[in-house]
């Protein structure tokens, strides 16, 4: 990669939390916190997909692992990404994903330890409480559920995670309060443009969310964005 002699200057990284950078770290003469970082090391695909907020589309080719030797992930087609409803259609139904943000910490840890049986729950709680504190989407899908349950009575309300024509393409745009959530009565499909996320109030369904949207990569892969810094 070329510089141009000095004059492109990259921009450093937001810093890691305290708690993520502790658990990337083995280096530490605790050792309850070094068998943590361990742990949190040799699953952190685990993790992460306990607390996505978004799940993972695709089609997986099976085909390659049916006569041994080492596993191989092939995906036929595109791969892309699903966000559900923001409560499940029925009060019997599993919560996943972006609703157990809207469940209360200790109901939620119970869950995504009820769905991954193998996470230690000291990891898993850490980077839960740490996601609450730090990324911007928690708090605002629990603004716009405390919003939505002001009108009990309207099922086709719709939360909207909007991109600030003003803002700078080309730059990783930190999500702020007032240009991320908004409110929208109607179905989905109205008024909505390909770099919005629609995040129906109800229902079993999943919906694609486009590539080309800031929030496509933040919103599912939680441990690299953990501020929720925008693509």
């Known amino acids: 990669m070329c510089c141009n002699h000095g004059k492109w200057v990259v921009s450093q990284l937001t810093p890691l939390p305290p708690e993520l950078l502790k658990l990337y ?5 605790n050792p309850v916190d070094r068998a943590h970082a361990k742990e949190f090391q040799n699953n952190i695909c685990m993790y992460n997909s306990a607390l996505a907020m978004t799940s993972l589309g695709v089609n997986i080719d099976c085909s390659l692992n ?3 030797g080492p596993y191989v992930f092939k995906i036929q087609g595109a791969l892309y ?4 409803s923001l409560l499940p259609s ?6 996943r994903y972006a609703e157990l943000y809207f469940s209360d910490s200790h109901n939620a840890l119970d869950q995504r330890m009820n769905n991954n ?7 898993m709680q850490t980077l839960q409480d740490m996601l609450y504190h730090t990324n911007p989407f928690v708090n605002q899908f629990k603004a716009a559920f405390e919003r939505v349950c002001e ?14 024509p003003k803002s700078d393409q080309c730059r990783y745009n930190a999500p702020t309060a007032d240009e991320v959530v908004a409110i929208v009565p109607g179905e989905s499909a109205e008024t909505t443009g ?3 996320v629609i995040c129906q109030l109800r229902g079993g369904a999943f919906q694609r969310i486009s ?6 990569q933040p919103l599912h892969y939680v441990l690299l964005f953990p501020r929720g810094e925008q693509g």
């Open 25 to 29: 770290s083995v280096n530490t003469a």
């Open 90 to 95: 029925n009060d019997n139904q599993q919560k």
């Open 81 to 84: 990404h699903r966000m559900g």
């Open 211 to 216: 590539e080309g949207h800031p929030s496509y």
């Open 117 to 123: 049986q193998g996470a230690n729950r000291v990891v």
């Open 66 to 68: 049916q006569e041994g």
């Open 151 to 164: 009108t009990p009575n309207v099922q086709n309300l719709t939360v909207r995670l909007l991109v600030d």
């Open 194 to 196: 390909t770099r919005d």
